[in-house]
T-cell receptor
């Protein structure tokens, strides 16, 4: 079945460091890919998304490129801040041609990021 | 604030008991999803309702059931509780049936089974 694998955490970085969180997926068809973020004590919120190969999603300085050839969607940020400390989830949902519920996201296990001042 | 409201925020109960978790979706959203988040399993999709009808089931146990009411709020019923059911239960909503994956999550209901 469809699945998402992301790097184990926790990841600890100093402020202004470069961030990469790896994510790879297994899916039939043409999934859409997402990064969600969960700040302490809150629910998940969408960070960015990409719906087809070679699309780049970006938001708040974070970027991820949908790479179909490597089935990857790695999250990057050039300079992290303390306020970026959170748990990051990579997720996919099936594409338009899949019958059935298209909104049920399949999540990776999450990567906890801690940024130190 | 996502606009999705979940109650209760915390719940402590004993094995064998039954609890009901409630979710009010964002205004105008017709789809409601339930997820279970635990340390060992991560985020697991449980069930999806759209405008009162069940649309998809994920890894939902037979001891669990859900429904969506005419006013679009949803309830997740967990019965014959076991220690392993302790988890954070999230509700999420979206506007329509076919989404591009943008779900709006509530803050979750933390269930502890003792």
């Amino acid at each position: 079945g469809d699945s998402v694998t992301q790097m184990e955490g926790p990841v600890t970085l100093s402020e202004e460091a470069f961030l990469t969180i790896n994510c790879t997926y297994t899916a039939t068809g043409y999934p859409s890919l997402f990064w969600y973020v969960q700040y302490p004590g809150e629910g998940l919120q969408l960070l960015l998304k990409a719906t087809k190969a070679d699309d780049k999603g970006s938001n708040k300085g974070f970027e991820a490129t949908y790479r179909k050839e490597t089935t990857s969607f790695h999250l990057e940020k050039g300079s992290v801040q303390v306020s970026d400390s959170a748990v990051y989830f990579c997720a996919l949902t099936r594409g338009r041609n899949y019958g059935g519920s298209q909104g049920n996201l399949i999540f990776g296990k999450g990567t906890k990021l801690s940024v130190k001042p | 604030d996502s606009g999705v409201t979940q109650t209760p925020k915390h719940l402590i109960t004993a094995t064998g008991q039954r609890v009901t978790l409630r979710c009010s979706p964002r205004s105008g959203d017709l789809s409601v999803y339930w997820y279970q988040q635990s340390l060992d399993q991560g985020l697991q999709f449980l069930i999806h309702y759209y405008n009162g009808e069940e649309r998809a089931k994920g890894n939902i146990l037979e001891r669990f059931s859900a429904q969506q009411f005419p006013d679009l709020h949803s309830e997740l019923n967990l019965s014959s509780l076991e220690l392993g059911d302790s988890a954070l239960y999230f509700c999420a909503s979206s506007v329509a049936l076919a989404t591009t994956g943008e779900l709006f999550f509530g803050e979750g209901s933390r269930l502890t089974v003792l």
